[in-house]
T-cell receptor
Framework: EPEVTQTPSHQVTQMGQEVILRCVPISNHLYFYWYRQILGQKVEFLVSFYNNEISEKSEIFDDQFSVERPDGSNFTLKIRSTKLEDSAMYFC?????????????FGPGTRLTVT | RKEVEQDPGPFNVPEGATVAFNCTYSNSASQSFFWYRQDCRKEPKLLMSVYSSGNEDGRFTAQLNRASQYISLLIRDSKLSDSATYLCVVKRGGADGLTFGKGTHLIIQP
């Protein structure tokens, strides 16, 4: 069964450093998403991406964040200057379409720890 | 007011019992509704979509009441493997992301 993959599984970085989290969505999917989950909190939407541009973003997705699809397979989330409060699990998701009938498949996540 | 509210639990239920969860959502523009399941430190996985007419998938039954902005999940004949956090999820439409509740923690006891 095709699945979303994410690397690395765990990233430790120092405050102020840049990090890039990587995702490989399911190959025939066209819509890509990033979510985050702070430990003990709910899953929160960050951004959706389609046709090489951002479709929608939440208030969390400020100027420190950017997304890119640098090639035909990878989808990345960059955090320019990490803060302690960026420590969370970051999930990538993809779907074939954007309507409610299309399931969003989640990757296993990258645990980001900012020290 | 929280967008999606759920009782966090935990619900401690003996194996074989029936358990029901509810959630309410605040945004009347929500168009799609789901129950996801999340195991500890794992990604959310879709359990089932929820339709206005109600729907069933094996031991799981989901109901939606748009007028009351209320979603429910019923699990019959619960198994040990049903132990997880159940996430109530809504979506407005278009390219909007999913809006998650904080989840209800279920523990099935042998």
């Amino acid at each position: 069964e095709p699945e979303v993959t994410q690397t690395p599984s765990h990233q430790v970085t120092q405050m102020g450093q840049e990090v890039i989290l990587r995702c490989v969505p399911i190959s025939n999917h066209l819509y890509f998403y990033w979510y985050r989950q702070i430990l003990g909190q709910k899953v929160e939407f960050l951004v959706s991406f389609y046709n090489n541009e951002i479709s929608e973003k939440s208030e969390i997705f400020d100027d420190q964040f950017s997304v890119e699809r640098p090639d035909g397979s990878n989808f990345t989330l960059k955090i320019r200057s990490t803060k302690l409060e960026d420590s969370a699990m970051y999930f990538c998701a993809s779907s074939e379409g954007q309507g409610g009938i299309y399931e969003q498949y989640f990757g296993p996540g990258t645990r980001l720890t900012v020290t | 007011r929280k967008e999606v509210e759920q009782d966090p639990g935990p619900f401690n239920v003996p194996e074989g019992a029936t358990v029901a969860f509810n959630c309410t959502y605040s945004n009347s523009a929500s168009q799609s509704f789901f129950w996801y399941r999340q195991d500890c430190r794992k990604e959310p996985k879709l359990l089932m979509s929820v339709y206005s007419s109600g729907n069933e998938d094996g031991r799981f039954t989901a109901q939606l009441n748009r007028a009351s902005q209320y979603i429910s999940l019923l699990i019959r004949d619960s198994k040990l493997s049903d132990s997880a956090t159940y996430l109530c999820v809504v979506k407005r439409g278009g390219a909007d992301g999913l809006t998650f509740g904080k989840g209800t923690h279920l523990i099935i006891q042998p």
